[in-house]
């Protein structure tokens, strides 16, 4: 898995500007001194294998070297877009202050390499959310592969649209979001997101999402009425939540969830919560609300305040570790009793004190079924 950095590494060391022509080709001596800066940022000034600026890709292409982006690009439906190992493509501002965005309706093969990565990002040194739109994938329902790529500094780094896609180790830094997929098919694996709003952003998508790590970001994955299998991955000191899901199916297995806003929070929806450790979160570890979950085998500990959170009795609980959880390790906020049965609970059982919050001290809320208890702490795989 690839370190995600907050600040975008330079991999052209360059020397002087770009042109800005409606056509294709290399920069010349004339247009070095058209550059956008900002009085407070470092602006680079690479040599430009290609620029475009305004302008429609209606047959294959392949991209290697720098590559400039001004203004609107679009990628036509019949044409695919190859880059090569080490390629960077910047994205620069109008002269108007318009913020440049690749819009794909085609193919786009981004084939980066262990050692050079292929960047997309803005021309300052140290890029920030928003310095360009970000790549809009629409409509294509080809073979789109982005593999060991970075982007930074983007509104929204890759917006995909009704497509298929597919993401190896690529890396989100510095942007407002990560990737937004809607009503696509989508497979992710390794990368990950830091510095950003939100990591990853799903809508009625069906999601295979594998060894991802996202860090430093608000919201780490959030989604909404998708399908998603999270299996493998890393969620460490998001500032909000580490991961929110409303409807849809999940299978959420074997991730880290640890110092976070909160863990793993789970509205409505059906699946399965398994082999998780969800650890020192400062506000709950996992939440359910109307969601027909199964929460087995996870170590839901040290939380700051809860445990496990639950406001109705759809979900169950078995097999799990709770100790150590600062309030509550479970908190029933609900009229319905919740089960959970056979799980362990430190030393002894949560017959007393702050352990489990339920009708006995509530009378207007439901029961928690704790009995019977597991005598020793279940094995983990993790």
């Known amino acids: 898995m690839y370190l995600i950095f907050k600040k975008v590494c330079v991999y052209a060391a360059v020397a002087m500007g770009l042109a800005l022509s409606g056509n294709p080709g290399p920069a010349t001596a004339g247009d070095r001194d058209n550059k956008t800066d900002s009085p407070d940022r470092t602006v680079l000034s690479p040599v430009a294998d290609l620029t475009y600026k305004n302008r429609t890709i209606a047959e294959d292409v392949t991209w290697k070297g720098n590559v400039l982006?001004?203004?609107?690009?679009?990628?036509?439906?019949?044409?695919?877009?190859?880059?090569?190992?080490?390629?960077?493509?910047?994205?620069?501002q109008s002269p108007g202050g318009d913020k440049p965005v690749f819009l794909i309706h085609g193919r786009i093969q981004a084939l980066g390499g262990a050692d050079k990565p292929v960047v997309?990002?803005?021309?300052?040194?140290?890029?920030?959310?928003?310095?360009?739109?970000?790549?809009?994938?629409?409509?294509?329902?080809k073979k789109n592969v982005l593999e060991n790529c970075r982007i930074t500094g983007a509104e929204t780094g890759i917006e995909a649209l009704f497509s298929r896609i597919t993401l190896k180790n690529v890396g989100f830094a510095a942007c407002g979001t990560g990737a937004r997929i809607q009503d696509c098919m989508a497979v992710i694996v390794g990368g990950g997101a830091t510095n950003c709003n939100i990591g990853l952003?799903?809508?009625?998508?069906?999601?295979?999402?594998?060894?991802?790590?996202?860090?430093?970001?608000?919201?780490?994955?959030?989604?909404?009425?998708?399908?998603?299998?999270?299996?493998?991955?890393t969620f460490y000191s998001n500032s909000l939540e580490a991961v929110k899901v409303e409807g849809g199916r999940i299978r959420i297995i074997g991730n880290s969830f640890s110092v976070n806003g909160s863990g793993v929070t789970l509205i409505q929806g059906e699946g399965?919560?398994?082999?998780?450790?969800?650890?020192?979160?400062?506000?709950?570890?996992?939440?359910?609300?109307?969601?027909?979950?199964?929460?087995?085998?996870?170590?839901?500990?040290?939380?700051?305040?809860?445990?496990?959170?639950?406001?109705?009795?759809?979900?169950?609980?078995?097999?799990?570790?709770?100790v150590g959880n600062?309030?509550?390790?479970?908190?029933?906020?609900?009229?319905?009793?919740?089960?959970?049965?056979?799980?362990?609970?430190?030393?002894?059982?949560?017959?007393t004190g702050k352990r489990i919050f339920d009708k006995k001290s509530n009378t207007s809320i439901g029961r928690v079924l704790y009995l019977p208890v597991l005598q020793a702490k279940p094995q983990s795989d993790l």
């Open 326 to 351: 600062g309030d509550y390790d479970l908190y029933n906020a609900g009229a319905d009793d919740f089960k959970a049965m056979g799980n362990w609970w430190g030393e002894g059982t949560p017959t």
């Open 120 to 141: 997309f990002t803005s021309l300052y040194t140290e890029p920030t959310q928003g310095d360009w739109q970000g790549i809009v994938i629409m409509s294509s329902d």
């Open 69 to 92: 982006v001004e203004g609107g690009l679009i990628l036509a439906p019949q044409a695919t877009l190859t880059l090569e190992p080490g390629t960077t493509v910047f994205f620069r």
């Open 272 to 322: 399965t919560l398994s082999g998780n450790r969800i650890l020192k979160n400062k506000d709950y570890g996992v939440t359910l609300s109307k969601a027909r979950v199964k929460v087995t085998a996870n170590d839901i500990s040290h939380n700051s305040k809860v445990g496990l959170r639950v406001e109705d009795g759809k979900g169950v609980a078995w097999g799990n570790t709770f």
């Open 201 to 233: 952003e799903l809508t009625e998508t069906e999601a295979d999402v594998r060894d991802v790590n996202y860090s430093g970001n608000g919201q780490a994955v959030v989604a909404f009425q998708s399908s998603l299998y999270l299996g493998g991955s």
